[in-house]
C-alpha cells in the first residue's frame, strides 16, 4: 500500500470512528431518555412529591405522559393528564419533541453506516477503529465532565440557548406548575446517566480492543 492509499485509509478509519462515536451518544440518549426508573427513583430521593405538592400516582402519570409523549412518532398535540401548563410550555415540548425527532433520524443514519463499517473491519479484521473510537469517546466526555465541573448551571443555560431559538424553557411555576416536578437535580442525574452509559460503552471498546491484540500476538 502506497503513502497516499495509507493516508486515504486513515482518513476513512477516523470518518467511520466518529460515525460510530455519534450513534453511541444518540444511542446513549435515546437510552437515558426511555429509562424512566431513574425519574421514579429520583421522586423519592429529591422529595418531588413534597416540593409540588403532588401525589407520587399524579406525579407518575404526567412524567409518563411527557416522556411518552417525546417517544411518539405521532403529531399529537400536547396535553397533560391533570397538571395544568401554558401555551408556552406546550410549544417548548414541541420543540423538545422536534429534536428528538431529528436525533432519530441521525441515530437511524449513523447506525446503518457503523453496521457496514464494522462490518467491513471485522471481515478483513481491522480492529484499529476501537481504539480510535474509545479515544474519541474519552475526549468528548473529559470536556463534558470538566464544564460540569466548572459550573453545570450555565451548562445547563447554554444547552437551551443552543438548542431553542426562543426562552419557553425558562418556565413559570405559577403558570407552569409542570416545572416543580421536574427539577434541575433531576437534569443533572440525567447527565449523569448518559455519561455512565457512555463510561460504559468505552470499557467495552476498551476490552475488545485488548482481546483482538492479545488474540493477534497469540
Known amino acids: 500500500m502506497n503513502y497516499k492509499n495509507k493516508k486515504h485509509h486513515k482518513?476513512?478509519?477516523?470518518?467511520?470512528?466518529?460515525?460510530?462515536?455519534?450513534?453511541?451518544i444518540f444511542i446513549?440518549?435515546?437510552?437515558?431518555?426511555?429509562?424512566?426508573?431513574?425519574?421514579?427513583?429520583?421522586?423519592?430521593?429529591?422529595?418531588?412529591s413534597e416540593q409540588s405538592n403532588y401525589s407520587k400516582d399524579e406525579i407518575i402519570k404526567n412524567y409518563n405522559y411527557i416522556i411518552n409523549y417525546l417517544l411518539s412518532f405521532n403529531s399529537q398535540e400536547f396535553q397533560l393528564p391533570s397538571i395544568a401548563y401554558s401555551r408556552f410550555a406546550q410549544i417548548h415540548f414541541k420543540d423538545v419533541k422536534g429534536i428528538f425527532k431529528y436525533i432519530d433520524i441521525l441515530l437511524a443514519l449513523t447506525g446503518i453506516?457503523?453496521?457496514?463499517?464494522?462490518?467491513?473491519?471485522?471481515?478483513?479484521?481491522n480492529y484499529y477503529f476501537l481504539k480510535v473510537t474509545s479515544s474519541i469517546l474519552i475526549f468528548t466526555l473529559t470536556s463534558i465532565l470538566i464544564a460540569f465541573a466548572i459550573s453545570f448551571d450555565a451548562c445547563f443555560?447554554?444547552?437551551?440557548?443552543?438548542?431553542?431559538?426562543?426562552?419557553?424553557?425558562?418556565?413559570?411555576?405559577?403558570?407552569?406548575p409542570i416545572i416543580d416536578i421536574l427539577p434541575?437535580?433531576?437534569?443533572?442525574?440525567?447527565?449523569?446517566?448518559?455519561i455512565f452509559l457512555i463510561i460504559l460503552s468505552i470499557i467495552v471498546l476498551i476490552f475488545f480492543d485488548k482481546k483482538l491484540i492479545n488474540k493477534r500476538q497469540v
Do not use: C, Q
Not at 453506516?113 to 479484521?125: E, F, M, V
Not at 444547552?159 to 426562543?166: G, M, P, Q, T, V
Open 157 to 176: 443555560v447554554l444547552f437551551h440557548k443552543i438548542f431553542f431559538r426562543n426562552d419557553y424553557w425558562v418556565f413559570d411555576s405559577s403558570i407552569d
Open 113 to 125: 453506516i457503523s453496521l457496514i463499517g464494522l462490518t467491513i473491519n471485522i471481515r478483513y479484521k
Open 11 to 24: 482518513y476513512m478509519h477516523i470518518l467511520f470512528s466518529l460515525t460510530l462515536s455519534l450513534f453511541i
Open 28 to 48: 446513549s440518549v435515546k437510552i437515558t431518555l426511555i429509562f424512566k426508573p431513574l425519574y421514579y427513583f429520583d421522586i423519592e430521593y429529591l422529595n418531588i
Open 184 to 194: 434541575k437535580e433531576f437534569f443533572l442525574h440525567t447527565a449523569l446517566f448518559l
